[in-house]
């Protein structure tokens, strides 16, 4: 039998209501999802929100993005972009560099590596997928997937 939320954080007491218990769920799902993923990308040297801009940028070849274009994609919220674009050029994961025509707009694209290894990071990211989803039919990931949208668009 699966363990409950109340269950792995040993909760004696009902939740409040139906809704705290689904946010709840939610929160410590996405806690667990992101430790998984983390924890394959250690090997390969970069973070979850490195590997998101990689994957980023790899969908916005070849024009490439500027910061806040990227700032705005990213699927969890970063304070500071810029550092984390710094550290990942000082990798050789992406280059930026400043157009002609507007010197203030500054894009950001990947390097040969970058891409290389964005790309050697998909069969594995695919095959976590499958791990962690694998449960859930076709039918069942997409009622999952909307259910998810409806609440992230009721605020």
């Known amino acids: 039998m699966p363990r409950t939320l109340a269950d792995e954080i040993r909760q004696r007491r009902p939740f409040g209501s139906a809704a705290e218990e689904a946010h709840l769920n939610v929160v410590r799902t996405a806690s667990v999802l992101s430790d998984a993923m983390e924890q394959l990308l250690r090997p390969a040297g970069v973070t979850l929100a490195q590997y998101n801009v990689l994957r980023i940028l790899r969908g916005a070849e070849p ?84 259910l998810l949208t409806r609440v992230r668009n009721a605020g």
């Open 63 to 146: 024009d490439g993005l500027c910061r806040n274009a990227l700032r705005d994609r990213l699927l969890t919220r970063m304070p500071d972009v810029t550092r984390l674009l710094d550290r990942m050029e000082e990798a050789g994961l992406v280059r930026r560099a400043r157009e002609t025509e507007d010197r203030r707009m500054v894009r950001t694209h990947l390097t040969a590596a970058g891409r290389a290894l964005v790309d050697s990071l998909d069969a594995p990211i695919l095959a976590a997928h499958g791990h962690r989803f694998g449960a859930l039919d076709a039918a069942e990931l997409r009622t999952l997937v909307d």
